[in-house]
């Protein structure tokens, strides 16, 4: 998607709209944290963390930022508490129900990336409902990783791509970063230019391993629902400051 909104709504005066990151991943750590610094449970850091997304994609939207990507839930995020796994699954749900006519009328494009075949068949409809009835939405794409592994998705590439070359169809000279790229969950987006990780952990945690070879990192204190548009002007301020090298000098 490379459309822009024409009026960028409040985008703060300090800020370049032609340096801005076309595309931003977030790893949204710090819900439950949250939640125990308040005496609330986890769950309630989880309800939170939903606000706090649907701020920052409103803030992306406005701002003219053309891709958000998510990581909602890990590969490794099955290992929780049943309880809290079955609470994030019927919240997944629930928020997508609640916000699907919403996000038509914002012109917002969802699209779920990872494993979906492991997810709650209930889920797996709700979010086939939600992709097919914002395919043609063009304001923002919203990606949402859930049970993503960065890994994994390099491994099911792999093998893709090696079954293409047992049947002959594919010739091993041929394989190159643009069709290794093919066959990602990602393919077709661009790559994420900042990638923002609240609640201070200096940690990748298997998100879109081969996708963030360039991106800028950026890493608050901030705890995932207490992360606002002040939090993300200032994680914006900052990838303005970088200088991009791409390797190069
Ligand atoms: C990590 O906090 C956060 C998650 C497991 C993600 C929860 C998902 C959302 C807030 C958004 C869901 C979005 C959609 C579109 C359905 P943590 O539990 O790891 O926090 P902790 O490290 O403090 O324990």
Same mark, same amino acid.
């Given at each position: 998607?490379?459309?822009?909104?024409?009026?960028?709504?409040?985008?703060?005066?300090?800020?370049?709209?032609?340096?801005?990151?076309?595309?931003?991943?977030?790893?949204?750590?710090?819900?439950?944290?949250?939640?125990?610094?308040?005496?609330?449970?986890?769950?309630?850091?989880?309800? @939170?963390?939903?606000?706090? !997304?649907? +701020? $920052?994609?409103?803030?992306?939207?406005?701002?003219?930022?053309? #891709?958000?990507? *998510?990581?909602?839930?890990?590969?490794?995020?099955?290992?929780?508490?049943?309880?809290?796994?079955?609470?994030?699954?019927?919240?997944?749900?629930?928020?997508?129900?609640?916000?699907?006519?919403?996000?038509?009328?914002?012109?917002?494009?969802? @699209?779920?990336?990872?494993? !979906?075949? +492991? $997810?709650?068949?209930?889920?797996?409809?709700?979010?086939?409902? #939600?992709?097919? *009835?914002?395919?043609?939405?063009?304001?923002?794409?919203?990606?949402?990783?859930?049970?993503?592994?960065?890994?994994?998705?390099?491994?099911?590439?792999?093998?893709?791509?090696?079954?293409?070359?047992?049947?002959?169809?594919?010739?091993?000279?041929?394989?190159?970063?643009?069709?290794?790229?093919?066959?990602?969950?990602?393919?077709?987006?661009?790559?994420?230019?900042?990638?923002?990780?609240?609640?201070?952990?200096?940690?990748?945690?298997?998100?879109?391993?081969?996708?963030?070879?360039?991106?800028?990192?950026?890493?608050?204190?901030?705890?995932?629902?207490?992360?606002?548009?002040?939090?993300?002007?200032?994680?914006?301020?900052?990838?303005?400051?970088?200088?991009?090298?791409?390797?190069?000098?």
């Amino acid at each position: 998607m490379t459309a822009k909104p024409s009026v960028l709504n409040d985008l703060p005066a300090d800020l370049d709209r032609q340096k801005l990151p076309h595309h931003v991943a977030v790893i949204m750590d710090g819900n439950g944290r949250w939640a125990n610094h308040k005496g609330l449970p986890r769950i309630v850091g989880h309800q @939170r963390g939903v606000d706090a !997304l649907k +701020a $920052l994609l409103r803030c992306c939207k406005d701002w003219g930022i053309e #891709a958000l990507t *998510a990581y909602a839930f890990s590969t490794e995020n099955w290992g929780r508490p049943l309880t809290e796994v079955d609470f994030l699954m019927t919240l997944f749900e629930r928020v997508l129900r609640r916000e699907l006519q919403e996000m038509i009328a914002e012109g917002v494009c969802i @699209r779920f990336i990872g494993d !979906l075949s +492991a $997810l709650p068949i209930s889920l797996q409809e709700e979010i086939g409902r #939600a992709m097919e *009835a914002t395919r043609e939405s063009e304001n923002i794409q919203f990606n949402v990783a859930t049970n993503y592994g960065g890994r994994r998705e390099i491994l099911q590439a792999c093998r893709a791509i090696a079954a293409q070359v047992k049947a002959n169809q594919l010739n091993l000279e041929e394989i190159d970063e643009a069709i290794f790229e093919k066959h990602l969950y990602t393919a077709g987006l661009t790559n994420p230019d900042l990638l923002i990780r609240t609640s201070g952990e200096l940690r990748v945690s298997n998100f879109l391993l081969w996708q963030v070879a360039y991106a800028e990192i950026y890493v608050t204190n901030t705890l995932w629902p207490d992360f606002d548009r002040h939090a993300f002007h200032q994680a914006l301020s900052d990838y303005q400051n970088r200088h991009r090298r791409f390797g190069k000098l």
